[in-house]
T-cell receptor, first 112, second 114 residues
Framework: QKEVEQDPGPLSVPEGAIVSLNCTYS??????FMWYRQYSRKGPELLMY????GNKEDGRFTAQVDKSSKYISLFIRDSQPSDSATYLC????????????FGGGTRLMVKP | DTGVSQDPRHKITKRGQNVTFRCDPI?????LYWYRQTLGQGPEFLTY????????KSRLLSDRFSAERPKGSFSTLEIQRTEQGDSAMYLC????????????FGEGSRLTVL
């Protein structure tokens, strides 16, 4: 079993919908949680970064972390066709090297 | 452009050949990471440097792989005697000091081994 699980999708939604993306993890040492967006044939781009449990909002994006359930979420409001990409969750224990463990990514398609 | 730069963007090679990828990190970043990503999967950690010191290597990094970061600036990742299973996207990322999670990735170098 992988340390970080993520539904690969694809997830198809109409423009303007609220999108919910999720990851579960097994390593209780993870303290730092990130969401990256990756367009086809491009490198991952950092979207959201949170420490420990709680919520963080940035524009149309909201990240939630529930450490007790080992579950993190990314919500996208008013989704746009330009949001169509693969969304990767990533996490680290904050150790010296800060190596990230990624989920497999969820492919999102927002249809006009 | 002051982002992470990788070269070449795509390399096609025959099995058994050696290949080398280069990464130029964001100039003020002292940490540099290499990750590998296969189709439909998330990136997997390979190795990281703090300045010129290689401080961690994943067990995924077989003896055919070697990475260097002379003078703590750019880095190279060499794969010797390539195998078809090496076909993947090789991603470089950099970060600064004590930052925890804010890795900035390059566009990647895609390797195809025939």
């Amino acid at each position: 079993q992988k340390e970080v699980e993520q539904d690969p999708g694809p997830l198809s939604v109409p423009e303007g919908a609220i999108v919910s993306l999720n990851c579960t993890y097994s390593n209780s040492a993870f303290q730092y949680f990130m969401w990256y967006r990756q367009y086809s044939r491009k490198g991952p781009e950092l979207l959201m970064y949170t420490y420990s449990s709680g919520n963080k909002e940035d524009g149309r994006f909201t990240a939630q972390v529930d450490k007790s359930s080992k579950y993190i979420s990314l919500f996208i409001r008013d989704s746009q066709p330009s949001d169509s990409a693969t969304y990767l969750c990533a996490m680290s224990a904050g150790n010296a090297g800060n190596m990230l463990t990624f989920g497999g990514g969820t492919r999102l398609m927002v249809k006009p | 452009d002051t982002g992470v730069s990788q070269d070449p963007r795509h390399k096609i090679t025959k099995r058994g050949q050696n290949v080398t990828f280069r990464c130029d990190p964001i100039s003020e970043h002292n940490r540099l990471y290499w990750y590998r990503q296969t189709l439909g999967q998330g990136p997997e950690f390979l190795t990281y440097f703090q300045n010129e010191a290689q401080l961690e290597k994943s067990r995924l990094l077989s003896d055919r792989f070697s990475a260097e970061r002379p003078k703590g600036s750019f880095s190279t990742l060499e794969i010797q005697r390539t195998e078809q299973g090496d076909s993947a996207m090789y991603l470089c990322a950099s970060s600064w000091g004590q930052s925890t999670g804010e890795l900035f990735f390059g566009e990647g170098s895609r390797l195809t081994v025939l």
